[in-house]
C-alpha cells in the first residue's frame, strides 16, 4: 500500500510540474513575444487613447510620449519604408548636386549620399527590435531628409502621431537703442487656456516682457542653435531662423515632422527683472496609436452617418487656434489666413499668403478698389507658393509679360522606363510630365519631341545625365490675363519664408524691372545679407503621384516600382528643377538672391504687429527709380487697347448675336407660312 501510494504522489509531483511548466512556458511567450516578434499592439494603447480624450487632448510631455514611445514596428514595415524611399529618390532631381553642393555664401553646405544613408539605416534599424514606431520615422527624417535643407522634399511619420508639443509664447523681435536685438513675448497662444496644468494668469502677465535666456542659453542663440540644427524650410539660416522665431515653430513642434525634438520635458524661461518660470511641453495629441500599423486610418461612424474620427473632430476645433490666433495686452490677434489690401500713408499695401486659384485675379480686383496709388507694397511673408500660373498672372498684371520659365530632370533607370511608357501610353497620370505636351523648346513654340535626350552635368563629384532644358511659359497658363494696374514703384517685403511660386514671382519681378525691389525683415542680426526668397526648387510631387505613374504603366517594372507603404508615412520630393535663363550654372535652389534691403525688425503676422513693419518700409520708396515715364507710357497704352479690344469684342459679339436672332426670326417667319 505504501509503496502504490509514493508512485501515485510522484505521478502528482510530476503532473503539477508538467503544469506548471506550461504555464510559465506560456507567461515567457505572452511577455517577451511581443518584444522580440515586435507585431503584437501594446495593451496600454486603449488606456493611452482615453487618458487623452479625459485630458482634452492636452497633457504633459513626460506622460504622453510615454505612450507615443510605445509603440512597436515590424521589421516588415521598416525594410518597406527605406526600400520605397530609396526608390522613390531615385526621381529626386537634386540627388546629384547634394553629394556636395556649390558654395554660396551665406547659403548651407548640403553633402548627404542618399543610398549610402539608406542603406546605413537598413543596417542599424531592421533587425534592431528595441527600436520603436516613433523613433524609427525621427531616424528616417534625420538621416535621409534634414540634411537635404529642401522644403519641398520632406518625410511625415505616420498620421497614428498626429499631435503637437506646444509652449505658451509667441515671439517677436526688434532692435532696442543701443542697436542690440531683443526677443519678447508678443502674446499667448490662445489654445493656452485649455491646458489645466499652466498658469494662464501668470502666463498672462509675461507679454511684452524680454526674455533672455531659455534652459540656461541666451534665447537667440537657442532658437539660432534649433534652426540651424533643423533647417528644414531653407538654405538660408537668416530663414529658418525667422520660421523658428516668428512662424511660431520654436515653440510649436508637430510630431509628424522632423523638428518634433525636445531636449526636456520643459521649458525654464529667464526674463528681462531675473525671473523664472518653469513650463513643462504640453502635448496636444489627435493620434491614435492603434492605427500605426495600418495603411490609412480608420474612422468612426457619428449619429449623421459623416465618416469622422473622434480625434480628428476636436483637432478641427483647436487647430485653427494653435498657432494663428494670440491673446495680446490689446486683445485677441488672429493671423490673416486669405489676401487682405488697405492703403497706409497713401501706399496700397498688398497681403497674400499663398497663390491659391484666382488669387491674381483676386488681388487686382482688391486693389482696384482701393483710393489711387502709384506705390504698392507687396506682402509674400509667410507665402508657401502655389499655383505657377497664379504667380505669371500677378506678374503680368503689375509689369509684363514674364519670361519663360525652365526646368530639366534627372535620368534615372526607374525615370527611363516612365518615359518609354509614356510614348505608348498617354493614359499614365504623369505622362504630361514625361512627354512632349507640356514641354517647348526654349526659344521656340513648337513641341521639344527629343527633350529627353542625355545631357551630361558634372555635379557633387559625379557626372550624371540630365534631360534637356524644358520651357514652361505663359502659354501653358490657358485664360485671359488679368486686368493690370501701373505702379511707378513697388516694394515686395518677406521674412526669406517665401517658396516654391512665390519665390518664382518675386524673383521675375525684381530682377526684371528696376523700380521693383525687394526688402527682406528678421533674419540672424550677425548674417549681412538675406535671402529675400526661399526653396524655388521646381515641380514638386508627391508619393502618391509617383504611385500612381509606376502603378498606370503598361509594362511591367520589376524591382523599379516602388512598393506602397505599409504606414501612412508619407513623403514629397523635388522632381524638376528651375532656371531662369540657359546661361545659369546651378539651378535657383542653390543660387542666392539677396534682398535689395533690409530691415532688423521680427513682427508676427498680426495686423498691429505689421503695420509697425509697414511703417519703416514705406520711407524706402525714397530710394527706389520710378518707373519710366516711357514704360508707363506704354503700360497705359497697352491697358488702353486691352480695354478697346474687350469692348470690340463685346460689341462684335452683341451684333453676331443680334444677326443669329433675326436670321431665326425669319426663318421661323419662313417655316411657319409653309406650314400654313
Not at 205 to 225: C, L, M, P, W, Y
Not at 316 to 343: C, F, Q, Y
Amino acid at each position: 500500500m505504501i509503496s502504490i501510494d509514493l508512485k501515485k504522489g510522484e505521478r502528482e509531483l510530476i503532473s503539477r510540474m508538467e503544469r506548471r511548466k506550461k504555464f510559465n512556458s506560456f507567461l515567457f511567450l505572452l511577455i517577451f513575444f511581443p518584444i522580440v516578434c515586435n507585431c503584437i499592439p501594446n495593451p496600454h494603447w486603449k488606456q493611452c487613447e482615453q487618458m487623452f480624450k479625459k485630458s482634452n487632448l492636452f497633457m504633459k510631455s513626460e506622460e504622453g510620449m510615454k505612450c507615443v514611445n510605445a509603440v512597436p514596428i515590424s521589421k516588415e514595415t521598416k525594410e518597406t519604408t527605406l526600400k520605397t524611399i530609396y526608390s522613390l529618390l531615385q526621381l529626386y532631381v537634386f540627388h546629384d548636386i547634394v553629394r556636395d553642393s556649390p558654395s554660396s555664401s551665406p547659403l548651407s553646405h548640403v553633402g548627404i549620399g542618399i543610398n549610402a544613408e539608406i542603406d546605413y539605416l537598413l543596417k542599424r534599424t531592421v533587425d534592431n527590435a528595441t527600436i520603436n514606431s516613433f523613433e524609427f520615422h525621427q531616424l528616417v527624417s534625420d538621416h535621409i531628409f534634414r540634411p537635404l535643407k529642401d522644403a519641398h522634399t520632406q518625410f511625415t511619420k505616420p498620421k497614428c502621431f498626429d499631435g503637437s508639443l506646444i509652449q505658451p509664447f509667441s515671439l517677436h523681435a526688434q532692435k532696442n537703442g543701443k542697436g542690440e536685438m531683443e526677443i519678447r513675448v508678443n502674446g499667448i497662444y490662445s489654445v493656452a487656456s485649455n491646458i489645466s496644468f499652466w498658469n494662464n494668469n501668470a502666463l498672462l502677465d509675461q507679454i511684452g516682457k524680454r526674455i533672455t535666456h531659455v534652459n540656461g542659453i541666451s534665447i537667440t542663440e537657442a532658437i539660432s542653435q534649433f534652426s540651424q540644427e533643423y533647417s528644414f524650410f531653407s538654405k538660408d539660416p537668416s530663414v529658418n531662423f525667422n520660421a523658428f522665431l516668428m512662424g511660431g515653430w520654436f515653440n510649436i513642434r508637430p510630431l509628424t515632422y522632423g523638428w518634433s525634438y525636445i531636449p526636456k520635458d520643459s521649458f525654464e524661461w529667464t526674463f528681462e527683472d531675473s525671473e523664472t518660470m518653469v513650463i513643462p511641453w504640453a502635448l496636444w495629441f489627435t493620434g491614435d496609436l492603434s492605427q500605426c500599423s495600418k495603411k490609412t486610418q480608420s474612422r468612426l461612424k457619428r449619429n449623421d452617418g459623416i465618416e469622422r474620427d473622434w480625434f480628428e473632430i476636436q483637432k478641427s476645433k483647436i487647430w485653427p487656434h494653435v498657432r494663428d490666433e494670440i491673446v495680446t495686452s490689446n486683445g485677441t490677434l488672429s493671423k490673416p489666413s486669405d489676401m487682405i489690401a488697405s492703403i497706409r500713408q497713401g501706399v496700397h499695401i498688398l497681403r497674400i499668403p499663398s497663390f491659391r486659384a484666382n488669387a491674381a485675379k483676386d488681388a487686382m480686383s482688391a486693389l482696384s478698389s482701393l483710393p489711387g496709388s502709384d506705390k504698392l507694397i507687396l506682402d509674400l511673408r509667410s507665402n508657401g507658393g502655389g499655383y505657377v500660373c497664379e504667380g505669371l498672372f500677378l506678374v503680368e498684371a503689375l509689369t509684363e509679360k514674364p519670361p519663360p520659365l525652365l526646368y530639366d530632370l534627372r535620368r534615372s533607370e526607374e525615370l527611363n522606363m516612365l518615359v518609354e511608357d509614356a510614348k505608348i501610353n498617354h493614359d499614365n497620370p504623369g505622362s504630361n510630365l514625361f512627354g512632349p505636351r507640356i514641354w517647348s523648346k526654349p526659344g521656340h513654340s513648337s513641341n521639344f519631341s527629343d527633350w529627353y535626350e542625355p545631357r551630361e552635368i558634372h555635379r557633387g563629384g559625379i557626372t550624371g545625365e540630365y534631360s534637356q532644358l524644358l520651357e514652361y511659359s505663359r502659354r501653358n497658363c490657358p485664360g485671359a490675363p488679368t486686368s493690370p494696374i501701373i505702379y511707378e514703384k513697388i516694394l515686395i517685403v518677406t521674412d526669406g519664408n517665401c517658396g516654391s511660386t512665390c519665390a518664382i514671382a518675386s524673383t521675375l519681378l525684381s530682377l526684371n524691372h528696376s523700380y521693383v525691389q525687394t526688402v527682406a525683415t528678421g533674419g540672424l542680426d550677425s548674417e549681412e545679407s538675406m535671402s529675400y526668397s526661399t526653396f524655388p526648387g521646381g515641380i514638386k510631387v508627391n508619393d502618391e503621384d509617383a504611385f500612381s505613374w509606376f502603378e498606370g504603366t503598361k509594362k511591367h517594372l520589376g524591382h523599379l516600382s516602388p512598393k506602397r507603404w505599409t504606414t501612412t508615412s508619407r513623403i514629397s520630393f523635388t522632381f524638376a528643377e528651375l532656371y531662369l535663363s540657359q546661361n545659369q550654372s546651378y539651378p535657383e535652389e542653390f543660387t542666392f538672391l539677396a534682398s535689395d534691403y533690409r530691415i532688423r525688425l521680427w513682427p508676427s503676422l498680426d495686423t498691429q504687429s505689421s503695420n509697425l513693419l509697414y511703417d519703416q518700409v514705406i520711407p524706402l520708396f525714397k530710394g527706389v527709380a520710378a518707373k519710366s515715364k516711357w514704360n508707363l507710357t506704354i503700360g497705359l497704352i497697352s491697358v488702353s487697347i486691352l480695354t478697346v479690344i474687350i469692348i470690340l469684342s463685346v460689341l462684335i459679339s452683341c451684333i453676331v448675336l443680334r444677326r443669329k436672332n433675326k436670321r431665326k426670326q425669319l426663318e421661323s417667319k419662313y417655316t411657319m407660312q409653309d406650314f400654313d
